[in-house]
């Protein structure tokens, strides 16, 4: 049975396997806490309005980056605890081994 963190985990990685997304993403790491707004993000990576709205409703959806509107300016940051916790779901594990599944399969 896959977990529910499984799920969000892969939904996001999924996100970011789009080069598209995964620039924007980088592009908003790079900006750090003042973000960029749209139309910037859309300069900077030359990518037409509709297809740049398409990949930050889907980065959004994903909880990797959060919009706010400033008058007329729509302000896109990256959410750096979300990516850090996503990081920290793949390495939690690392270099623990196996003996204690071995131990369990033995169990059964």
Do not use: W
């Amino acid at each position: 049975m896959v977990s529910m963190e499984t799920e969000l985990v892969a939904q996001r990685l999924a996100e970011l396997g789009n080069t598209t997304r995964l620039a924007i993403f980088k592009l908003l790491v790079r900006a750090g806490p003042g973000g960029l707004v749209v139309g910037e993000i859309q300069r900077r990576l030359n990518v037409p309005a509709s297809t740049l709205s398409h990949h930050l409703t889907r980065l959004g959806r994903a909880e990797l980056i959060v919009q706010r509107r400033a008058s007329r300016n729509l302000h896109c940051f990256a959410c750096h605890d979300v990516m850090n916790a996503l990081v920290q779901s793949l390495t939690a594990e690392c270099c623990v081994g196996f003996d204690d599944e071995q131990e369990r399969e033995d169990a059964d």
